[in-house]
């Protein structure tokens, strides 16, 4: 899990208690005082969670470190099969994909049992 148990940093505390998107389907988060919109309030926080994890990262679009290896992308492929559910939104994009999948790539045919010719 990206988020550790007990944060450090206090600006992650604060979203934390605001919010525990560990917990929580992040999806449902409202917007913490100050932030305009729910994107900006959705970079912070995952800024301050990977700043409490990696130190010297520097996240931003561009540079996404651990965001973007596979692992990362695991973890949220199993939130969206978690009990109830989270992420609804991603989890309509993860079945497309894995429909795309089944539809690209069908399982391989058996041969035919030995004597049946």
Known sequence: MMLKKNPERE???QYVEFYHVGESDPELM????GFDTHASFHHDYLQEMLQERYRRLCYSKVNPGPVAEQHYLEQLVL???SDPPHLASFREFVLLCRKINELTNPPAKQPPPEGST
Not at 30 to 33: E, R, T, V
């Open 79 to 81: 939130r969206t099969d």
């Open 11 to 13: 600006l992650l505390r």
């Open 30 to 33: 409202g917007i913490y005082a």
